[in-house]
C-alpha cells in the first residue's frame, strides 16, 4: 500500500486503463494543454498525445454526445465535465440516449462511457456551481451512479468503470481531489465492482450510511460519538445505482438504528431511496425511525456561514444518531 | 441523367417500396396495429435513396424519428420494419423502438432519434470513431430544417467543423417544422449559410430527382472520406402527408401540395426512364413485386409474437460486467 491523493488515484486509473486499452481516451475541457481544471488529468496529454488526450471547445452537449455516438460504435470515452454543473447542458446527451440506446435499441448497440467530474458543493461558489447531482441521475435506469469517497475507491472504482460496457456517471468532488489515503502498489490492478459497498467503521450503536464529502463529516462524528460510548457502524455504498442492500441491510439489523447522511437535498434521490429500502425490507428491526442529515433545501448561498449551514455538519449527524439512539443532546 | 437505366429502375424500385411500406404503415396505424407517433416520409424518397445510393456499405447513418425511408434504402427487411410497427419481438429493435426508433447494426443504420437535434453530435462521434481508428467509413446524418436553430445542432457542427470529421449532414429541408414554416422560423432562406460559421463546406439543391441527390451526396461523402473534412448539404423537399398521424397539416394550403406533387420523385425518376424508352410493362412488374413484397411484411408482422417482456428487462443494463 501507499498514500496516494485522490486525483492521482483518478490519474493513475486513467493511465493504466489507457496503457491497457487503445480505445480508451480522455476528452474534456482544459483536459490538455491546460494539464486539467483540477490538474486530475496533469502529465496524460504528455503521455498519450493528442489523439487520445482531446481539449473540447465549451460545447457539453457536443462532446457530452460525440463520446456517446464514439461509444456506440466502439470506443471507450471517458468525458470530463469541468464540474457536473455543467452537465445540465449535457443532459439531453446522457439521459436521451446515454442512458437509452441499448433498450431502445432491443440490446443491439451498447453505450460504454464514462462521464466524469467533481460533483457538490466547493467552497463560497454560490448556487449555480454548487450542484449535488446524484438525486438526478441515479432516476434514470440505464445508468449506473458511482460515489467513491477514498482514494482507493477513486482508481478502483473509476478502473471497473472504463471497463463497463454501460453508461457510468462518476463523481468524484472538488473538496476530495487533496484528500490522501491507502491505494495498493503500483503494478498491482485493484478493481472496485460497481454495485459493492463498504464497511467504513464497525460498531454495533448505530448505522450511518454516507457517500462523498458528507464521509468525512461522519467519519469525524464517529469519533466523537464513540467517546461518548456510541460506536457507528459506518457503510459507504461507493455506488449509488444499483445500491448494495444486502450490505446496508445487515447493519441495521445488527444495530436497529439508522441515519443516512448526504450532501444533496432532501426531496428524493439515493438518500430517500435508501430510507425506503431499510423501511421495507428491515422494518420489524428498526428501533427508530430512520432520520437523514441532508443538505438545506435551498438553493447554495454565497456567503461562508450560510453555506455552513447548508451543507452537513459533524454537529448535525451527532444529533440525528443521539436522536435515533433515544438520547439527549 | 448521370445513371444508367438498369441502376435507375434500382432506386425507383427502392423509392416504390417506401411509398408503399409507409401507404401500409398508415393503415396499420389507422387498424390500430401501430401506435405512438408515425411520422411518415412521403414525399421525401429521393433523398433517403439517393444518399444511401452515395454511400458504402461501412458508412453509418443517423436520422430523425422519420426513419422508415432510410432504414429501408438502407436495407433493413421490410419485415424487420413493420413489425417494429406492430410491437412485435421480430421487429428492428425488438419492439423497444417502434416508429421512431428503428436499428438496423448491421445495415450500418444507428437510429432512429426522437429529440430534435440530440442525434447530430452522435453521429459526429461515430464519425470522431473513423478518425480516430482510420477506418475510412463516414457518416451521414439526416434531420429536418426545424433542427437548425437548436443548440445540438451548432455544437455538432462545431466540434465536427473544428476537427475536420468524416461526416456529411444532410438537412431535409421539407418546409415546415412540423406547422411552422420556415420563413418564422429563421431569417435566411438560404440554410446553407449556417455552415460557414463553422469552416464548413456547403451545398444546397432540389431533391426531387434520385440521381442529382445521388451526385451530390457522393461529393460530399467523398470529400469526408478524403480528410477534408465535413459538409453541410441542404435538400429542398416537401413531405405530402402532415408532421405525423395526428396532423391534418391545416397550415398550409391544398394548391400548395398539389403544387409540390408534381415534383413527387416517383414521377421525375418514371418519366426519365419512360424518357429513355423504358415500358410500361417493367413499371407494372415493379409495382406488382413491391406491393407483394409490403404484403409480406404485413403478414410477417401480424404472424409474429408479441414484444417480450424478458427483453425490456435484460436490455437495461449489459449485465454481468466488471
Request: glycine share 10%.
Amino acid at each position: 500500500m501507499r498514500i496516494i491523493r485522490y486525483r492521482e488515484a483518478l490519474r493513475e486509473a486513467m493511465v493504466e486503463e489507457m496503457e491497457r486499452d487503445a480505445d480508451v481516451f480522455l476528452m474534456g475541457e482544459e483536459v490538455g494543454h491546460y494539464q486539467g481544471a483540477y490538474k486530475v488529468s496533469e502529465g496524460l496529454l504528455e503521455r498519450f498525445g493528442e489523439r487520445r488526450v482531446i481539449d473540447t471547445p465549451i460545447a457539453e452537449a457536443g462532446f457530452a454526445g460525440v463520446g456517446v455516438g464514439a461509444a456506440m460504435v466502439g470506443l471507450r470515452p471517458i468525458i470530463e465535465f469541468m464540474t457536473w454543473n455543467f452537465s445540465f447542458v449535457a443532459f439531453d446527451q446522457i439521459v436521451s440516449n446515454a442512458a437509452k440506446i441499448h433498450s431502445m435499441s432491443g440490446g443491439a448497440i451498447r453505450c460504454p462511457i464514462v462521464f466524469r467530474g467533481p460533483n457538490g458543493a466547493a467552497k463560497q461558489v454560490a448556487a449555480q456551481h454548487s450542484h449535488t447531482v446524484e438525486a438526478l441521475y441515479t432516476h434514470f435506469p440505464g445508468l449506473y451512479v458511482v460515489a467513491p469517497s477514498t482514494p482507493r475507491d477513486a482508481k478502483g472504482l473509476l478502473k471497473a468503470s472504463i471497463r463497463d460496457e454501460n453508461p457510468v456517471i462518476f463523481l468524484e468532488g472538488e473538496t476530495l481531489y487533496g484528500v490522501k489515503g491507502e491505494v495498493a502498489d503500483e503494478g498491482v490492478d485493484e478493481v472496485v465492482p460497481i454495485g459493492k459497498g463498504r464497511v467504513a467503521r464497525e460498531g454495533d450503536g448505530c448505522t450511518v450510511i454516507t457517500w462523498g464529502r458528507p464521509y468525512y463529516t461522519v467519519m469525524e462524528a464517529a469519533e466523537r460519538l464513540a467517546a461518548d460510548g456510541i460506536e457507528l457502524d459506518v457503510i459507504d455504498p461507493r455506488t449509488l445505482r444499483p445500491l448494495d442492500e444486502e450490505l446496508m441491510l445487515a447493519s441495521v439489523r445488527k444495530t436497529n438504528r439508522c441515519v443516512v447522511v448526504h450532501e444533496h437535498w432532501p426531496y428524493g434521490g439515493p438518500g430517500a431511496q435508501i430510507v425506503d429500502v431499510i423501511q421495507r425490507e428491515a422494518f420489524d428491526y428498526l428501533d427508530a425511525p430512520v432520520l437523514r442529515v441532508a443538505g438545506l433545501d435551498v438553493p447554495m448561498p454565497y456567503a461562508s456561514n450560510l453555506e455552513d449551514l447548508v451543507l452537513p455538519t459533524v454537529d448535525r449527524v451527532v444529533e440525528a444518531v443521539r436522536r435515533v439512539s433515544y438520547l439527549g443532546a | 441523367m448521370t445513371l444508367d437505366s438498369e441502376e435507375l429502375f434500382n432506386l425507383y424500385r427502392r423509392m416504390l417500396l417506401i411509398r408503399r411500406f409507409e401507404e401500409e404503415a398508415a393503415r396499420a396505424y389507422a387498424q390500430s396495429h401501430a401506435g405512438g407517433f408515425l411520422h411518415l416520409y412521403i414525399g421525401q424518397e429521393a433523398i433517403a435513396v439517393g444518399a444511401s445510393a452515395a454511400m458504402a456499405e461501412s458508412d453509418y447513418v443517423f436520422q430523425t424519428y422519420r426513419d422508415h425511408g432510410i432504414a429501408l434504402a438502407r436495407g433493413m427487411a421490410p419485415g424487420a420494419a413493420m413489425a417494429e410497427l406492430f410491437g412485435k419481438d421480430t421487429g428492428c429493435s425488438r419492439g423497444m423502438g417502434g416508429s421512431m426508433h428503428f436499428f438496423d447494426v448491421e445495415h450500418g443504420f444507428y437510429g432512429g432519434w426522437g429529440i430534435v437535434g440530440g442525434h447530430l453530435a452522435l453521429a459526429a462521434g461515430t464519425a470522431f470513431k473513423s478518425r480516430y481508428r482510420g477506418d475510412g467509413a463516414v457518416t451521414i446524418c439526416f434531420f429536418g430544417e426545424g433542427a437548425t436553430n437548436i443548440g445540438g445542432f451548432h455544437e455538432a457542427f462545431s466540434l465536427a467543423g473544428l476537427w475536420k470529421l468524416p461526416v456529411v449532414f444532410i438537412c431535409e429541408n421539407n418546409r415546415y417544422a412540423m406547422g411552422t414554416p420556415l420563413s418564422r422560423t429563421s431569417p435566411l432562406t438560404d440554410l446553407t449559410l449556417k455552415a460557414q460559421g463553422y469552416g464548413m463546406a456547403a451545398d444546397g439543391f432540389v431533391g426531387s430527382d434520385v440521381s442529382v441527390v445521388k451526385e451530390r451526396v457522393a461529393t460530399a461523402v467523398k470529400r469526408a472520406r478524403d480528410g477534408e473534412g465535413p459538409t453541410f448539404i441542404e435538400i429542398q423537399t416537401y413531405r405530402f402527408r402532415g408532421h405525423s398521424m395526428s396532423d391534418p397539416a391545416k397550415y398550409r394550403s391544398r394548391e400548395e401540395l398539389e403544387e409540390r406533387k408534381k415534383d413527387d420523385p416517383l414521377a421525375v425518376t418514371r418519366a426519365q426512364l419512360e424518357a429513355a424508352g423504358a415500358e410500361v410493362a417493367r413499371f407494372d412488374e415493379i409495382e406488382e413485386a413491391v406491393e407483394r413484397e409490403v404484403a409480406a411484411a404485413v403478414e410477417f408482422a401480424h404472424d409474429s409474437p408479441p414484444a417480450l417482456e424478458q427483453t425490456m428487462l435484460d436490455t437495461v443494463l449489459v449485465k454481468g460486467q466488471s
